[in-house]
């Protein structure tokens, strides 16, 4: 996988606001959030058929997103985020997917209101949720500093089209 140095910086600003927001919110209250928060899809039977990610009690829309990594498949919960450029992933989901990252992988800096933060890019194979499945999703993993992972628009944006409204965001196939 190959990142030139202007897609790195459009990718680092977005990742760089969505961290930001984080860290305005204490560690602890984003963590008990993110737990309370149960993720509501309407799973659509079909893969031409669109999905609806609910919004949950929080004000946030939590997606089950089903990766396929290098290593491994798993179901993780993620945040829908339409501000993060890329998919961003915590050490603790990257774990989970078998992404086995050593300290020199995380040779690219995003720098958020709070300082630099190390992340390692990474390509997930496949990112699915419900019927909305994309292949060679571009990610990244923060070495520290996010609470919970993020559904950005690596994946987003290539989906035919997605919609928001209050109550839902609509992602088609």
Not at 5 to 20: D, P, Q, R, W, Y
Not at 79 to 101: C, E
Not at 108 to 120: C, F
Request: hydrophobic share 50%; aromatic share 6%; net charge neutral.
């Amino acid at each position: 996988m190959r990142f030139d140095l202007s897609s790195f910086g459009v990718m680092a600003l977005a990742v760089a606001s969505a961290l930001s927001a984080a860290w305005w919110l204490s560690p602890a209250d984003v963590r008990g959030q993110a737990q309370a928060a149960t993720p509501t899809v309407v799973h659509a039977p079909a893969s031409d058929t669109p999905t609806q990610v609910l919004k949950a009690a929080d004000g946030h829309y939590w997606a089950e997103a089903l990766i396929d990594a290098e290593s491994g498949q798993r179901v993780i919960r993620v945040m829908v985020d339409t501000g993060a450029s890329v998919v961003v992933l915590t050490p603790a989901d990257a774990a989970r997917l078998g992404l086995r990252l050593k300290p020199g992988d995380f040779s690219s800096t995003v720098i958020t209101a709070s300082g630099p933060v190390r992340a390692a890019p990474v390509s997930l194979h496949t990112v699915a949720v419900a019927g909305a499945r994309v292949e060679q999703v571009q990610a990244l993993v923060v070495e520290q500093g996010l609470p919970h992972s993020l559904l950005g628009m690596s994946y987003l944006g290539r989906l035919s089209s997605f919609s928001a409204t209050p109550a839902e965001i609509t992602l088609r196939p």
